[in-house]
């Protein structure tokens, strides 16, 4: 029987380890796995690929002493899954490397179990594994990294990480942290007056100075109307289009108000 398990610190270390009791005597192969560049569950399948590996170097003494099948023992259901499933997503390459290892197993006549254990519950081999796991986690001055590559889902996590912060930045950089209305005056001053009125009346000034007025121009962008010539003085004799500074300097119906 082999436990394994994975462990995480807060500041992001990884580790993985994989325990063995043979005669009330406990050893163990463990790795550690550098620093934020795996998904949280993939330290649990390589502790299980450890395991495997193990008993891939001693394969020719379990068949000379009989043993037909090797039972590997983990906390997490989520890994236990990919690695039943073998569905494409996080953790994928772990799970198919395990998946080669119990075939290769199989091929000299020793069968592989995977099965799932409940955590932190006082089971001897489950705390000897996690124990192993912390060991090698904290051990990152010590051990060499060993691990070859950085799962596609962490990567599209780090890239949506950044977009969310390069977001953030420009918000804050464009429009500062006051969430008033800020138009600019001739002096660069804000105009208090409709900042101060109710929504229907500061919408009146707000909507033609941000280019939301309900013109012909803006309407028929939504489908709202079937042409942008002015409904009010119809174009004056022409195809002027209802903008607002057709509205305010040229349309005969508004000219004198």
């Known amino acids: 029987m082999r436990w ?10 990884l580790g993985a380890a994989a325990a063995c ?6 050893s163990s192969r463990h790795s550690y ?3 934020g560049g795996m ?3 993939d330290p649990t399948l390589w502790a299980i690929g450890l395991a495997l590996e193990e008993t891939i170097e001693k394969r020719k003494i379990l068949r000379r002493n009989g043993v037909k099948m090797v039972a590997v023992f983990s906390d997490s259901q989520a890994g236990i899954r990919w ?3 073998l569905q494409p997503g996080p953790g994928q390459r772990l799970a198919r490397g395990i998946n080669r290892k119990v075939r290769g197993l199989l ?8 099965h799932w254990v409940p955590g932190h519950s006082g089971m001897r081999g489950n705390d000897e594994a996690h124990s192993q796991a912390n060991v090698a986690r904290e051990a990152w001055d010590d051990m060499a990294t060993e691990r070859p590559y950085t799962s596609a889902a962490k990567m ?3 890239i949506s990480g950044g977009r969310s912060a390069a977001k953030a930045k420009w918000e804050a950089d464009t429009c500062g942290q006051d969430f008033g209305y800020s138009l600019k005056g001739k002096a660069g001053t804000k105009r208090p007056t409709p900042m101060t009125s109710v929504k229907s009346l500061a919408a009146r000034f707000y909507r033609p100075k941000s280019g939301h007025a309900p013109t012909g121009v803006y309407l028929i962008w939504f489908g709202h109307c079937e042409d942008i010539k002015c ?7 022409r195809t002027a289009a209802q903008t607002k500074e057709h509205l305010f300097c040229h349309c005969s119906w508004w000219r004198d108000q």
């Open 21 to 26: 009791n043979h005669r009330d005597e406990w």
């Open 33 to 35: 796995l550098g620093t």
């Open 4 to 13: 394994t398990d994975g462990s995480r610190s807060d500041d992001g270390r």
């Open 231 to 237: 409904w009010w003085c119809g174009g004056g004799g």
């Open 39 to 41: 998904e949280v569950f």
């Open 156 to 158: 599209a996590s780090r």
């Open 107 to 114: 091929a000299h006549g020793i069968k592989t179990e995977i």
């Open 83 to 85: 690695v039943a499933e």
